[in-house]
Structure formats: structure tokens, C-alpha cells
T-cell receptor
Framework: GQQVMQIPQYQHVQEGEDFTTYCNSSTTLSNIQWYKQRPGGHPVFLIQ?????EVKKQKRLTFQFGEAKKNSSLHITATQTTDVGTYFC?????????????FGGGTRVLVKP | NAGVTQTPKFRVLKTGQSMTLLCAQD?????MYWYRQDPGMGLRLIHYSVGEGTTAKGEVPDGYNVSRLKKQNFLLGLESAAPSQTSVYFCASSSNRGNNQPQHFGDGTRLSIL
């Protein structure tokens, strides 16, 4: 079945530094979504990428969808303590029944002040 | 705005006991989902529903049953709880208006099986 892998599993970042988390799918995707889960909380939708090579920005967060629509990345600049949490990518294949998503294992981000 | 509401928030069961987790959404969404979250494994889909009266298996359905008798409610049942089912359970819903719809999650149910 479809698999979505995320690396790294953990990311320790000094406040103010940049980092990137990567997401790779075993199959071609129709779209990829990113979610953020704060410690003790629930996943919250951040953004969705649909087009090949698409790049979207949300303030200090930059999301990219690969040309082959099998990989994606999230880059955070000037990390802040508010960025602490686990970031999940979730892929949807073409005509997925019920708009099902396959989630990656997540990248847990810890920020050192 | 309640969104997606899950009850209970916490529960401890003994092996072999049964229980039902409740999920309710007030966004008139057609699609609903049950996930379990274990450390380092992300969210794994247990069962899902594309509408009232319909359910389908996800990635890890064994040991669970579901029912969607009303559009706004999606119930997850454990008939005979096992320690391997200790996890955090999330319910989610999404619109059926085309692809690319985000999922909205409840606050989760933290379930421990002793």
C-alpha cells in the first residue's frame, strides 16, 4: 500500500535558526497536506499543495511540492519557540475514496532558546 | 464553534473490556475518520465513512468496529480491549465537495488498556 515517509523524526533547533523537514511518498500524489500538532494537542491543517512544483509561503514557513508529485518539504526560517510541535505531511492519491489521507510519521520539532 | 467533539477524553480499561468512543461534528461534513496515534508512527487510519449508514476499513481495522447511524456521529467500538490498543484516538471530518479538502480533528481520546 501507499507509504509516506518523513525525515528527520526529531529536529532540535536553536531559536533563530532555519530547518527543513522532508516528506516522500511511494506513489504519485494528487495533493499533499501539512498539519501541525502542538504537544498534547490535535493535528491542525496548515496548507495544501496540489500542483507539480508548487511553492507556498505562510509567514516564516515555506512549503514545496516536488515536480514528480512524490515528495514535499517544509522549511521554517528564524525558528521561534511557537514553532514547537510535530509537523505531519499527509498524501492523497488520485480518486482516493472518502478523500483518505496517508500520514507520514511526523517530524517533532524542539526549540532551544 | 464546537467543530469535532470526542468523548471521553481519557479512559482506562482492563483487558477484555469493551467500550465505545463517540465522535460528533457540527460542520455537516459527509466524510468522517477514526485514527490512532502511536509514538513515532504518525496517524494510522482505522475506519472511515463517506456518509450516513456507510463505513469502510482503513489501514488498521482489526479489533475495531464502527457505526455511522447519523451523519453527525461516528462511533468507534472496541469489543474486547487488548493492551496493543493503548493509544491516542483521533476522530476527524472533512467536506465531500471535491478533492483536496482538509480534515478537521477532535481533541482526541487517550485510552489505556491494562
Amino acid at each position: 500500500g501507499q507509504q509516506v515517509m518523513q525525515i528527520p523524526q526529531y529536529q532540535h533547533v536553536q531559536e533563530g535558526e532555519d530547518f527543513t523537514t522532508y516528506c516522500n511518498s511511494s506513489t504519485t500524489l494528487s495533493n499533499i497536506q501539512w498539519y501541525k500538532q502542538r504537544p498534547g494537542g490535535h493535528p491542525v491543517f496548515l496548507i495544501q499543495l496540489v500542483k507539480s512544483g508548487e511553492v507556498k509561503k505562510q509567514k516564516r514557513l515555506t512549503f514545496q511540492f516536488g515536480e514528480a508529485k512524490k515528495n514535499s518539504s517544509l522549511h521554517i526560517t528564524a525558528t521561534q519557540t511557537t514553532d514547537v510541535g510535530t509537523y505531519f505531511c499527509a498524501g492523497q492519491t488520485i480518486k482516493a475514496a472518502g478523500n483518505k489521507l496517508t500520514f507520514g510519521g511526523g517530524t517533532r520539532v524542539l526549540v532551544k532558546p | 464553534n464546537a467543530g469535532v467533539t470526542q468523548t471521553p477524553k481519557f479512559r482506562v480499561l482492563k483487558t477484555g473490556q469493551s467500550m465505545t468512543l463517540l465522535c460528533a461534528q457540527d460542520m455537516n461534513h459527509e466524510y468522517m475518520y477514526w485514527y490512532r496515534q502511536d509514538p513515532g508512527m504518525g496517524l494510522r487510519l482505522i475506519h472511515y465513512s463517506v456518509g450516513e449508514g456507510t463505513t469502510a476499513k482503513g489501514e488498521v481495522p482489526d479489533g475495531y468496529n464502527v457505526s455511522r447511524l447519523k451523519k453527525q456521529n461516528f462511533l468507534l467500538g472496541l469489543e474486547s480491549a487488548a493492551p496493543s490498543q493503548t493509544s491516542v484516538y483521533f476522530c476527524a471530518s472533512s467536506s465531500n465537495r471535491g478533492n483536496n479538502q482538509p480534515q478537521h480533528f477532535g481533541d482526541g481520546t487517550r485510552l489505556s488498556i491494562l
